[in-house]
């Protein structure tokens, strides 16, 4: 089958429209399995449904790839274009069971003229390039030219330094030439001397290198003395030292410990003790308060009696701490007989307050309620002489 697609009016990638013809040649194919499915896909069609059936699928892959190339990509290179729309369009046109034998680019052509506007793009390039070879021949023929011109003064130039470079060469050669034979004479005469100096430098390079050996011998023999003497140093110091400071560590750890487990010792005995006395006046405590609360029973009991009882036995203590300093005094001589009597009063007016204070009892109130006689026989009290002079 001889199929003739064409695409009229495609737009291209620079959305120049395009009317583009095909030739493809199609045939179905013998294989069992592909002659089976064209088979289902053509039997009981006419020949001319097939052609307008496969045409359709070939114009479809045309405009496809025509919308994504550019109108010189297709103008110029056709063969190009048609492989890629027989690539696109054969699997699709094969799931049928046809075969594309060939696609080829029939025209081209568009009704904007900008395929001619690229062929006159063309001609005035070409018209443009052989202005500019005019115009580059020109310009060769001319730097040529000042080329030929340039190339004769160089060597006129050249010949002149030439000549000169001569005359510089036999001056400079003439002064190597006096410089070597005034070198030569200054060699001579210096010869004697600079072998001497030569001999001389080995001979105190040899000194030096005597020197340098005798040096290395004495260094390592006082390496070797120093390292005796840090042995020595080890062996009578250090280790004696070490050994004296781990006897001392050991019997610091052992008067620690020592330390330590006394303290504990002592620290349990003092607990222990605590608890002791604490028992010990809390029981003091309990009794005290047991007599007391009998006494209190017993005064609560009796009344005044009782009360008068406490004070008679309260009475003998606050006469002996009011004698007491009067028992360490020898003498006592009294000027003058206006202060003594007051004296005496205040120290009898003391005593109640002393009572109280002792005993927590108004003296002078219990006696008015007693109302007792003038001698106490039961007190105790003794009368002491005063001699005032």
Same mark, same amino acid.
Request: avoid cysteine; aromatic fraction near 4%.
């Given at each position: 089958m001889t199929l003739n697609p064409m695409c009229e009016y495609v737009e291209t990638a620079q959305g120049v429209p395009l009317t583009v013809t095909g030739v493809a040649q199609c045939k179905i194919m013998n294989e069992d399995e592909l002659l089976t499915t064209a088979c289902e896909q053509f039997l009981g069609k006419s020949v001319k449904e097939i052609k307008m059936t496969i045409l359709q699928t070939l114009e479809g892959h045309l405009r496809a790839i025509l919308g994504t190339l550019t109108v010189e990509e297709v103008y110029k290179d056709r063969d190009q274009f048609a492989g890629l729309v027989r690539e696109v369009a054969a699997p699709d046109v094969g799931r049928m069971g046809i075969e594309i034998l060939s696609f080829t680019i029939k025209d081209v052509y568009d009704d904007v003229q900008y395929l001619a506007s690229l062929g006159k793009a063309q001609t005035a390039a070409v018209k443009r390039d052989a202005d500019i070879g005019v115009a580059q021949a020109n310009r060769d023929a001319g730097i040529q030219e000042a080329e030929c011109e340039k190339t004769a003064m160089d060597v006129k130039y050249a010949?002149? +330094?030439?000549?000169?470079?001569?005359?510089?060469?036999?001056?400079?050669?003439?002064?190597?030439?006096?410089?070597?034979?005034? +070198?030569?004479?200054?060699?001579?005469?210096?010869?004697?001397?600079?072998?001497?100096?030569?001999?001389?430098?080995?001979?105190?390079?040899?000194?030096?290198?005597?020197?340098?050996?005798?040096?290395?011998?004495?260094?390592?023999?006082?390496?070797?003395?120093?390292?005796?003497?840090?042995?020595?140093?080890?062996? +009578?110091v250090r280790l004696p030292a070490e050994a004296e400071a781990y006897r001392l560590q050991t019997i610091a750890e052992g008067k620690r410990t020592q330390t330590v487990e006394a303290a504990k010792a002592d620290g349990e005995r003092i607990k222990v003790l605590g608890l002791a006395e604490a028992h010990a006046i809390g029981d003091v405590g309990k009794a005290d308060a047991e007599r007391m609360l009998a006494k209190a029973k017993v005064y609560k009991q009796y009344g005044d009696a009782a009360i008068m009882a406490l004070v008679l036995e309260a009475l003998p203590k606050i006469a002996a701490e009011v004698s007491a300093p009067l028992a360490k005094t020898d003498e006592i001589v009294m000027v003058g007989d206006t202060g003594a009597t007051g004296d005496i009063a205040r120290l009898a007016g003391a005593i109640p307050p002393a009572v109280r204070t002792l005993t927590g009892l108004d003296l002078t109130h219990v006696l008015k309620r007693l109302n007792p006689p003038e001698d106490l026989p039961s007190s105790g009290l003794k009368k002491k002489e005063v001699t005032a002079c």
């Open positions: 010949m002149d +330094t030439k000549i000169e470079d001569n005359a510089r060469m036999y001056k400079l050669q003439k002064a190597q030439f006096d410089q070597e034979v005034n +070198t030569a004479k200054a060699e001579s005469a210096l010869a004697y001397e600079l072998q001497a100096a030569k001999i001389k430098q080995k001979i105190r390079n040899e000194e030096i290198q005597i020197e340098v050996v005798e040096r290395r011998k004495q260094i390592e023999v006082e390496q070797q003395e120093i390292l005796r003497r840090e042995e020595e140093l080890i062996a +009578t």
